[in-house]
Antibody, heavy 121, light 107 residues
């Protein structure tokens, strides 16, 4: 079964860091890039960045530059997203999403189930 | 960055009727435009990419059109399962950007 499975909900204090995982199964992991997209409560979708699962190259939205890290572990078909210096504005559901293909990138045909990150003192 | 503007914010439609959703880009994105459907508590689902190509398994009642800065998603005959939020997304330039969404509700 082709799927992306994310780690569970997190509660963090302001200033802390969070690391969310996204494990792929059912397809060739290194054949598709992965993006992270977040959605604050009652709000729209916001793209955070992308990682090439084959070589680990990344591209981040400027808003998150310096505060986000994305890594890939091909041995477990898992991508990680770490966000540092959290504030209440980072409270959101975080999704990983797969590129359709190596040719059609940045369009997402599969999504993880989402991970709720709550930042509260 | 490319700003995506969707209209209307809310569309009230009766089952069986046609729904037309609009998406405008602040600069040309050629045909690099996708549409997603999202229901409460669920992840988005890809409907359309390359402005008019239906994703795998998407019913033919969903169609997309447009290029450059103006795009349309049409649902030809609304079914009960189509009442949801719809988002457009440009992938012509990084950062990737989404529209603010259109809520399609039952009239």
């Amino acid at each position: 079964q082709v799927q992306l499975v994310q780690s569970g909900p997190e509660v963090k204090k302001p200033g802390a860091s969070v690391k969310v995982s996204c494990q792929a199964s059912g397809y060739r992991f290194t054949g598709h890039g992965i993006s992270w997209v977040r959605q604050a409560p009652g709000q729209g979708l916001e793209w955070m960045g992308w990682i090439n699962t084959y070589d680990g190259n990344t591209n981040f939205a400027q808003k998150f530059q310096g505060r986000v890290t994305m890594t890939t572990d091909t041995s477990t078909s898992t991508v990680y997203m770490e966000l540092r210096r959290l504030s209440s504005d980072d409270t959101a559901v975080y999704y990983c999403a797969r590129d359709i293909s190596a040719i059609v990138q940045d369009v997402f045909d599969m999504w993880g189930q989402g991970t709720l990150v709550t930042v509260s003192s | 960055e490319v700003v995506m503007t969707q209209s209307p914010a809310t569309l009230s439609v009766s089952p069986g009727e046609r729904a037309t959703l609009s998406c405008r880009a602040s600069q040309s994105v050629t045909s690099n435009l996708a549409w997603y459907q999202q229901k409460p508590g669920q992840a988005p689902r890809l409907l359309i990419y390359a402005a008019s190509t239906r994703a795998t398994g998407i019913p033919a009642r969903f169609s997309g059109s447009g290029s450059g800065t103006e795009f349309t998603l049409t649902i030809s005959s609304l079914q009960s399962e189509d009442f949801a939020f719809y988002y457009c997304q440009q992938y012509n330039n990084w950062p990737l950007t989404f529209g603010g969404g259109t809520k399609v509700e039952i009239k």
